[in-house]
């Protein structure tokens, strides 16, 4: 493997987890939004779940 391959591979990696780590901070809040009967809190949870969805299929598209 070429080296300029390990390096794009290495930061694509980087920035994939450092997405999955912010996403999950959210998980809390996921979960206590489907607690809570509030119309509003169950919105953005589902603004939240298609962001991520968009985040990843781009994330594989640019995929080295």
Same mark, same amino acid.
């Given at each position: ?15 994939? =987890?450092? @997405?999955?780590? +912010?996403? &999950? ?6 979960? %206590? ?14 603004? =939240?779940? @298609?962001?991520? +969805?968009? &985040? ?6 640019? %995929?080295?």
């Amino acid at each position: 493997m070429l080296p300029a391959r390990r390096v794009w591979k290495r930061i694509f990696a980087i920035a994939y =987890l450092a @997405f999955a780590v +912010a996403i &999950g901070a959210f998980g809390a809040f996921s979960a %206590r939004a489907m607690q809570v009967g509030d119309t509003q809190s169950h919105i953005l949870e589902v603004g =939240l779940v @298609f962001g991520y +969805a968009a &985040g990843v299929a781009a994330g594989i598209f640019v %995929r080295p």
